[in-house]
């Protein structure tokens, strides 16, 4: 089993901020695998279902970010999973806006998200990097974060959503070189 983890804020407020792309990722592809409608379960909503030959637990915790690691852990102490297991899906600064990136381990940059799941589950899980952009200047991350996606970003952020969604066979296969480079393929066209 696999547990895959959008980050994001709860509530309405915060549904189109940047700082929530993983929780989009995880509703589309909850949405075209045909998931198991979620449940609150391990400090979030928790969604079942399979990818290919893949059984998987869709996780968006309610901790909000800066805590969402403690709804990882939960849900990995009781499926007895390691952190080879979990695929965390979160906004990066550092990549440019709509690309993704995926890569196992590495440092937090200042996510809240990423630290809290480092705390408590440390730093070897799969993380999928999806590219919010950066603002300039590190007084104006906050704001940027928290803020809500462009009218004119919303086609893109659709287009890569879908693709995310689409490729995540891939993903689930353990090919992240094939995902990575079969959405990029998609969001070329």
């Known amino acids: ?29 909850a949405e075209l695998h045909d998931f198991t409608a ?3 379960q391990f400090q979030g909503w928790a969604s079942e279902g399979r990818i290919g030959a893949e059984k998987l637990l869709l996780l968006k ?13 939960e849900a990995m102490r009781f499926y007895k999973l390691d952190p080879q297991a979990v695929t965390v899906f979160h906004d990066e600064l550092d990549l440019a806006p709509f690309k993704v990136k995926v890569k196992r381990g590495g440092g937090t940059a200042g996510h809240n ?4 799941m480092d705390a408590h589950i440390g730093p070897e899980f799969r993380r999928v990097r999806i590219g919010i952009g950066h603002p300039g200047h590190k007084d104006r ?5 928290l803020g809500n996606y462009a009218k004119a970003e919303m086609d ?7 693709a995310i969604g689409a490729e995540a066979h891939w993903l689930a296969a353990g090919d992240d070189v094939r995902f990575m480079n079969d959405i990029a393929m998609r969001l070329a066209d």
């Open 113 to 116: 998200g990423l630290r809290s």
């Open 156 to 162: 893109p952020l659709s287009d890569m959503l879908g």
């Open 61 to 73: 915790p309610a901790t909000f970010m800066n805590e969402s690691g403690r709804a990882v852990g």
């Open 38 to 40: 979620p449940r609150r």
């Open 141 to 145: 991350v906050h704001g940027y974060v």
């Open 1 to 29: 089993m696999q547990l895959w983890v959008g980050l994001g804020n709860p509530g309405p407020q915060y549904a189109l901020n940047r700082h929530n792309v993983g929780f989009m990722a995880a509703d589309i592809i």
